[in-house]
């Protein structure tokens, strides 16, 4: 009787035990879209699987026409503007998806194009409050801090405004219609403020402007910190920047979130610096996870 007991509590058991794990395995279900294999998609692909334990992630190569097409899976992640245009034709609109790799413009066309849709995106685009954190940490001495514009400019510059505020740091925001011929406004903040902060706006930072730039502000003595770690290779001193491993650990967080927001902003960085710049600039510089530590700390 006992026995019989006991073989009824462990069938239970056994059976829970497979409900859980078959909902888990459903639950699990991602598939990693990409619009043509390359050894780096692979590479991806695999560190990806190997740090996201509680998921069985595919990869789905749109471009192949053979493979069959995972109708089964619960959430995408696409690689890409191209892959997530092509995969946003075939899914459901009830069907999450996140775009890695994909600009905030590209996001707001597809957003508008797809508005029924589940579309998420995460940014690897350096806050400007994180980047001005970094200013700090450069050099405590930097009070006075200049950020030039395109008139053009949708930006909210708000947070900045306030977290500025906290850092104790006075902050000019500045109009530059045309960055190749600076007016008398820009040229009066470029010589009052410590450092510049370097903007996401291509109206100002882009590949026929930036040297220009950078050498104006060479011969000014003032620093550029930011965009993003491009402008570092150029010119400016340093930048925060969300790479290939930052993205990996940010979906690894997101997959275990039950919702994703619109636009998830990757809270994972490191820092770049330009050494030969920032000695001719006399400014000391700590080691990148020493700068990583105090951004950290300064943002909490």
């Given amino acids: 009787m006992e026995s019989s007991v006991i073989s009824k509590v462990v069938g ?15 639950y699990a279900s991602v598939t990693l879209v990409v619009d043509g294999q390359s050894e780096q998609v692979v590479q991806f692909h695999q560190r990806l699987n190997s740090i996201v334990s509680e998921h069985s992630i595919r ?22 503007v191209s892959a997530m245009v092509k995969l946003l034709d075939k899914v459901s609109d009830d069907a999450p998806v996140l775009g890695l790799f994909v600009k905030a413009d590209a996001y707001k066309k597809l957003s508008d194009m797809y508005p029924n849709k589940q579309i998420s995106l995460l940014s690897n ?17 930097f009070s006075h801090v ?20 906290q850092l104790n740091v006075r902050l000019s925001l500045t109009p530059l219609p045309d960055p190749l011929n600076w007016d008398r406004e820009a040229l009066i903040t470029l010589k009052e403020v410590d450092a510049v902060l370097g903007v996401d706006d291509s109206a100002i930072y882009n590949a026929t402007n930036i040297r220009s730039i950078l050498m104006r ?11 993003d770690k491009g402008y570092v290779r150029a010119g400016a001193v340093a930048s925060t920047y969300s790479g290939v491993k930052e993205t990996l650990e940010a979906v690894k967080h997101l997959l275990k979130k039950a919702k994703w927001e619109n636009v998830e902003i990757n809270p994972y960085f490191t820092v770049a610096t ?3 710049v920032a ?18 700390g300064a943002m909490q």
């Avoid at 239970?12 to 459903?26: D, F």
């Avoid at 493979?67 to 890409?80: E, H, K, L, N």
């Fill in 274 to 276: 330009n050494e030969q």
């Fill in 146 to 165: 200049g950020l030039f514009y395109s008139p053009q400019s949708q930006q909210d510059f708000s947070p900045l405004k306030n977290f500025a505020k």
């Fill in 125 to 141: 685009r350096a806050p400007l409050t994180r980047q001005l954190a970094l200013i700090k940490q450069l050099s405590p001495g």
């Fill in 217 to 227: 502000l060479y011969r000014a003595g003032k620093p550029l910190i930011g965009p």
């Fill in 12 to 26: 239970r058991l056994l059976l829970v035990l497979a409900l859980v794990g078959s909902t888990t395995y459903a």
């Fill in 279 to 296: 000695r001719s600039l006399n400014i000391p510089l700590l080691s990148e996870a020493d700068l990583v530590d105090k951004i950290l």
């Fill in 59 to 80: 990869l789905y190569d749109i471009q192949n026409k053979a493979a069959p097409f995972p109708q089964d899976s619960q959430r995408w992640i696409a690689m890409g």
